[in-house]
Structures are given as structure tokens and as C-alpha cells.
């Protein structure tokens, strides 16, 4: 394989300047250096397993309309920007990689299991409309008659065919294949410090003492983005892990169709969905829980979800139960992504994109490139750079 040749002989020489280095190979550092080289630009991705990351664990819904939540409307437009690029990107993507994501136009429904829970996706519904999205309001009977599966006290639901799916391990596996076909080079090793050289970022120093040097570094470190050492204390990122537990449970063939789109549910305050896949996998989480660092996968977590899906969807636990993981998302202060330019010349933020991250993916991809080759954020990311979390004398700056 191509990973094993470039771990032992590296076709970089460290002393070459590439014009982008990404820090980090998740889904979002793989997209923004696969644009990247498709712009012409010479780029590196350090990254210890490049398609790791958040996205190993992620459901991977593409729920811009059923996860808006209060407070978050300017977040909104860039999730429905991205949800509207990504039947293009994954048809670019698959046949520049040669191989399937998993992308499913299925839909989503959003139940309510008692009188609470309705009052509540009511509220939902009422923000979904004043927001100039597309929902509709089901009755239980109905619900149920568009999954049969489905417990017998739900109270009702919304239709929001508008929302989909994607395999995020799949998409990253797609993505680490179109960045090698398009010249991007790894170096499989952890980045330890950035380097910084006239009050300029210039590269990093990787874990096992290589030096990777850049015109343009992109910090896209998920969760981890804060920890590199060598960032200046003004454009350190504020992201935070918050950890998911999610279950995987496979789909014999005697009880296909099992569900026919994405189910999620607030049960006792607790948020649950499930995904299924058409290869027979079903996808069950997640929880979200401030643990900083902690990825221990708990038996009260499997228990919350089983206890909470078995409520929504009672002949889940008659399914084999294949896997459990637990992932830490990058959280920001105001549950949006930084992205672009800091305050630093030479180094751009692509993180703290939380739990939209595979949602994020396209429009991510598209911004960063324009960042990279223009030096400017595109309309639609303006609101997200990573001075709005800039120092008070800034802000202050700003205000003269």
C-alpha cells in the first residue's frame, strides 16, 4: 500500500517548504487537503492514522433542519449550505477515490414519546417554520405507519425528508484516497510543536523529531487543536473534548427493513437517534458527556442507550450486538466551527466543529480552500473565524 511506503520512505524531504501543511487527519483535515491540491497547491497532512479521529465513532446524520436548536440560527445557514453541497461533493468524492460513502437520501423523523416531549418537538416545529425551513408534522398513527417499527405510545413526530446520512468511516476512507490521488503526502506521526519564526507560523516538529516546514499551516486537530504546544496564548483555539458513547448493532436479513430513515427521540431528557445503514448496520447514540480526555466506553453509557432505544424502537434488542466506541467531538463555546486566518500569519484554525463535524464536511473543505488560495473567507463562513474569540483588546480595537 501507499501508506506503508510513505511511512518508511517519506517523499517529502523535511527541509521542503510545502505551501499548506495540515495538522490533523480527521475528515475535516482530509477535506480541506484534498481541496487544497485540487487548487494546485503542495500539501502535507500530519496525522498518525490519517481517517481517524471523531468520525471512527460518528453516526454520521446530516440533520441541518432536525438539530437546530435556540441560539444557534447563524450556525444554521452554514449547515444548510453544506447539507446543500454534499449530494455533488459525494458524487465528486466517489469518483475521484473509486469507492462508496454510504450517502443515503433517506430522511429523518424526530418522535416524542410522551406529553413533554410533544409540547417540546411542537416548539421545534414552531422554530423550523419561523426559520423558513421544511417539516412536517405527524400524528403517532403516522409515524408509525412510516416506521412500523417503532413503540406504540409515540405521541407524534416530524418529517424532515430533507435530512440525510452518510458512513463517516467510509467518507474518510474515501477522503484518504482522494488526497493520495491528488499528491497530498502524510507523514504518519503526531505534530508536537509549532514552529514559529519571526512572528510567523512556518511548520511543525513532529513527534518523531521531523521537521515539516509550510508557507500556510492549518491547524485541524479536533478536539486536540488547543494542545499543540508552541501556539502563541492569543490563537489558541477554546475547543474542549465532549465525549460520545455510540453502539453499532447489525440488521439480519430476517428483519429488513428494520427502519427506513434516521429515528431520533428525546427520552427523559436524553437525546437518542438511530441510523440505519443499507449494508445492515445500526447505528445507536450518542450520549454527550464533559469528561475531558476520558474515552472509556462505560456499561452505565451502553445501558443509557439500550434502556432509551429499546423505549423508541422496542425490537432493537433482539438485534446482535456488534460494537461499542466512544469519541470525544471538539466543542467551542458557541458549538460552531473557527475556520480560517488567526491572528498569527502563517496559521489557519479548521476545528471545534462539535457535533457537526461530518455535516460540516463540504462546506469546510470549500471555505478553507478559498482561505488558502485568496487569503479570505467566503461569505457564507465569515461569521466563524477564530477572532471572534479574540483577546478584549481586539475587540477594543474594533470599537475605537
Known amino acids: 500500500m501507499q501508506s506503508s511506503r510513505t511511512d518508511q520512505h517519506p517523499r517529502t524531504a523535511p527541509t521542503e517548504i510545502s505551501d499548506v501543511l495540515v495538522v490533523g487527519g480527521g475528515i475535516i483535515g482530509l477535506v480541506i487537503a484534498w481541496r487544497a491540491a485540487q487548487r494546485g497547491l503542495r500539501t502535507v497532512v500530519a496525522d498518525p492514522e490519517p481517517g481517524g479521529g471523531a468520525a471512527r465513532v460518528a453516526a454520521g446524520m446530516l440533520a441541518a433542519v432536525t438539530e437546530l436548536h435556540y441560539g444557534e440560527e447563524t450556525l444554521l445557514g452554514l449547515n444548510l449550505a453544506s447539507a446543500a453541497r454534499y449530494p455533488a461533493f459525494v458524487a465528486e468524492l466517489e469518483e475521484a477515490a473509486g469507492q462508496d460513502t454510504g450517502y443515503r437520501a433517506c430522511g429523518t423523523l424526530a418522535v416524542a414519546l410522551d406529553a413533554d416531549d410533544r409540547a417540546h418537538l411542537r416548539e421545534l416545529h414552531g422554530l423550523q417554520q419561523r426559520s423558513g425551513l421544511t417539516s412536517e408534522w405527524l400524528s403517532g398513527r403516522e409515524c408509525r405507519r412510516l416506521e412500523p417499527m417503532l413503540a406504540p405510545g409515540v405521541r407524534g413526530g416530524l418529517r424532515v425528508d430533507g435530512d440525510h446520512q452518510i458512513d463517516p468511516r467510509r467518507l474518510a476512507a474515501a477522503l484518504v484516497t482522494a488526497c493520495e490521488r491528488a499528491g497530498v503526502l502524510f507523514h504518519r506521526a503526531f505534530a508536537s510543536r509549532l514552529t514559529v519564526v519571526r512572528d510567523r507560523a512556518t511548520g511543525v516538529v513532529l513527534e518523531d523529531g521531523g ?179 479574540s483577546p478584549a483588546p481586539a475587540r477594543q480595537e474594533q470599537l475605537a
Request: aromatic share 6%.
Open 211 to 389: 521537521v515539516l516546514t509550510a508557507d500556510r499551516t492549518v491547524l485541524a486537530g479536533g478536539s486536540l487543536s488547543g494542545k499543540l504546544a508552541g501556539l502563541p496564548s492569543d490563537v489558541v483555539p477554546p475547543v474542549r473534548p465532549v465525549k460520545g458513547q455510540v453502539l453499532r448493532l447489525r440488521v439480519p436479513r430476517a428483519y429488513a427493513p428494520f427502519l427506513s430513515r434516521s429515528v431520533r427521540a428525546v427520552v427523559r431528557g436524553s437525546h437518542v437517534y438511530l441510523v440505519p445503514r443499507e449494508n445492515g448496520e445500526l447505528v445507536v447514540g450518542a450520549t454527550s458527556e464533559e469528561q475531558g480526555w476520558d474515552t472509556t466506553v462505560t456499561a452505565g453509557g451502553v445501558y443509557e442507550l439500550l434502556r432509551d432505544a429499546h423505549e423508541l424502537v422496542p425490537g432493537i434488542t433482539e438485534l446482535p450486538f456488534t460494537e461499542a466506541s466512544a469519541g470525544l467531538r471538539p466543542g467551542s463555546p458557541d458549538n460552531a466551527p473557527l475556520l480560517g486566518p488567526t491572528a498569527l500569519p502563517g496559521l489557519d484554525l479548521a476545528t471545534g466543529h462539535y457535533r457537526n463535524g461530518v455535516l460540516l464536511t463540504p462546506v469546510t473543505g470549500d471555505a478553507m480552500a478559498d482561505v488558502l488560495t485568496t487569503g479570505e473567507l467566503p461569505e457564507v463562513a465569515r461569521p466563524f473565524t477564530p477572532r471572534r474569540f
